[in-house]
């Protein structure tokens, strides 16, 4: 299974940054499913009819109705907004740990039957009419107790790829834990992604998403709006927003696309920024790609120093 790597070398350095990862076709923003409660079928699918295209959730009752979630995707699918193989669809795995009394899995089974049980209720749920079930992304909630564990997890995944699970990853993780998981010899399926929070008191993970840059993984943003009150007030969003003719939401999911090899989860419950993050970080392309371009790069440049970046 291929990873999803950055855009070709032919192609300019905002292209690059901003364009979809096609390779996985993770897109630039995919919507984020948590706590939408009884509103979650009508969300995703007003999501899927605005134009998002990826969307995350977890077979974790406790914070997420992945019924639901499938309820939206095929209510969308059967009006022909949309085909299935034009989105991107990502489940998790989550250990007992983070689960209520309601979870997808037996929680006396060993370990590796709760992974197997979890994944075929993700896949049962998204079954489709006349369509072999898959999905796009699985990925581990969060480490195990102990590597072993981690590993046994993610060995049990690997035997669902590529046909029935598209690309692996792992959340919550740090930079040790990726790093063992890309290169234990022991892996056959390698991370395809890291969804992390985007946050001040982690350092944004800057080490972190370089390692992911490096190695070809797409770093998965949360918390990226909601977290992040000086950072969406600060002088290069201000600037973008103001120069591409944007909201400052979408002048600021467009600096964190241009760190590269990032994607964004936009949780947004409003159908108006849906459409304003779409069409924003299109716009703020478009500008930079023209006659905006100098002015860009700087913007860039102040963005990265004041997440790590170096």
């Keep these: 299974m291929a990873h999803p790597p950055a855009v070709g070398a032919q192609a300019s350095r905002l292209a690059r940054d901003l364009a979809l990862l096609s390779s996985a076709r993770i897109p630039r923003l995919l919507y984020g499913t948590a706590w939408k409660r009884d509103q979650t079928a009508d969300l995703?699918?007003?999501?899927?009819?605005?134009?998002?295209?990826?969307?995350?959730t977890a077979a974790q009752p406790k914070h997420y109705d992945e019924r639901a979630v499938a309820e939206g995707v095929r209510r969308a699918v059967a009006e022909g907004l949309v085909r299935r193989e034009d989105l991107f669809i990502q489940s998790k795995f989550t250990a007992p740990g983070g689960q209520s009394h309601s979870m997808p899995y037996d929680a006396d089974a060993p370990l590796a039957e709760k992974v197997r049980q979890?994944?075929?209720?993700?896949?049962?749920?998204?079954?489709?009419?006349?369509?072999?079930?898959?999905l796009d992304s699985v990925v581990l909630h969060s480490p195990l107790d102990t590597m072993q564990e981690t590993m046994t997890a993610w060995k049990t995944l690997e035997s669902y790829a590529p046909h029935r699970v598209r690309n692996l990853g792992i959340s919550n993780a740090d930079l040790a834990t990726v790093q063992a998981l890309?290169?234990?010899?022991?892996?056959?399926?390698?991370?395809?992604?890291?969804q992390n929070r985007f946050h001040a008191r982690t350092g944004f993970d800057a080490a972190l998403r370089t390692f992911c840059r490096d190695n070809g993984l797409v770093f998965q943003s949360f918390w990226t709006l909601s977290a992040n009150a000086p950072l969406v007030q600060s002088e290069p969003v201000a600037r973008v927003a103001r120069m591409a003719g944007v909201e400052l939401a979408a002048a600021y999911y467009s600096l964190v696309l241009g760190l590269g090899n990032v994607t964004v989860l936009d949780g947004t419950t409003s159908e108006a920024h849906m459409k304003e993050d779409l069409e924003g970080?299109?716009?703020?392309?478009?500008?930079?790609?023209?006659?905006?371009?100098?002015?860009?790069?700087?913007?860039?440049?102040?963005?990265?120093?004041?997440?790590?970046?170096?």
């Design 118 to 134: 979890s994944v075929q209720s993700s896949l049962d749920i998204f079954t489709l009419e006349d369509q072999e079930p898959y």
């Design 182 to 194: 890309l290169r234990d010899e022991s892996t056959t399926v390698k991370p395809a992604v890291v």
């Design 281 to 310: 970080i299109e716009k703020v392309g478009l500008w930079a790609e023209g006659n905006g371009a100098a002015d860009w790069e700087d913007a860039l440049k102040s963005f990265k120093a004041m997440v790590g970046d170096t």
């Design 44 to 56: 995703v699918y007003m999501a899927l009819r605005v134009g998002f295209r990826g969307v995350d």
